[in-house]
């Protein structure tokens, strides 16, 4: 994935954070990085979910699950701000480079797909960019 200049100005194509396969804006990937601040959030959130049974009709119950929706969906977006993607490991899991804060240069993956939360790796972007260079180079067989 690289940057390109679009009409917005700067952006990533292919696939993005904001939604799949969309763009992730520079300005997106220039927020606080605050993965780690919203760590517990979506459980919370989970929490919260409505249910048919607690609403007289059917219209209310729909119009309370929209509203939780579109909530439990911005924090969800809220938790890759101030990051782009690396990479797609399978499954819908990824790599994100951190690009604000503390975390700057570091990678995390997001296994959220698969019920995990986005993790440090531990390591910066030069070491994940090594193992990929070793990793394409034993697949090619060079």
Not at 13 to 34: D, I, K, N, S
């Amino acid at each position: 994935m690289t940057p390109t200049m679009g009409d917005g100005g700067w952006q990533w194509l292919g696939a993005g954070l904001v939604f799949p396969a969309q763009p992730t804006t520079a300005e997106f990937a220039g927020r606080p990085f605050a993965a780690e601040v919203l760590r517990s959030e979506p459980a919370a959130v989970e929490a919260e979910e409505p249910t048919p049974d607690a609403f007289a009709t059917d219209e209310e119950f729909s119009r309370a699950y929209a509203a939780w929706e579109a909530r439990y969906e911005e924090l969800y977006d809220a938790q890759e701000a101030g990051a782009v993607f690396l990479s797609e490991q399978g499954c819908g899991y990824t790599s994100l480079l951190v690009m604000t804060g503390p975390h700057r240069g570091a990678v995390w993956e997001d296994p959220r797909p698969m019920g995990g939360g986005i993790e440090p790796t531990g390591h910066d972007f030069a070491h994940w960019y090594l193992r990929w260079l070793e990793r394409t180079e034993r697949q090619l067989g060079t």
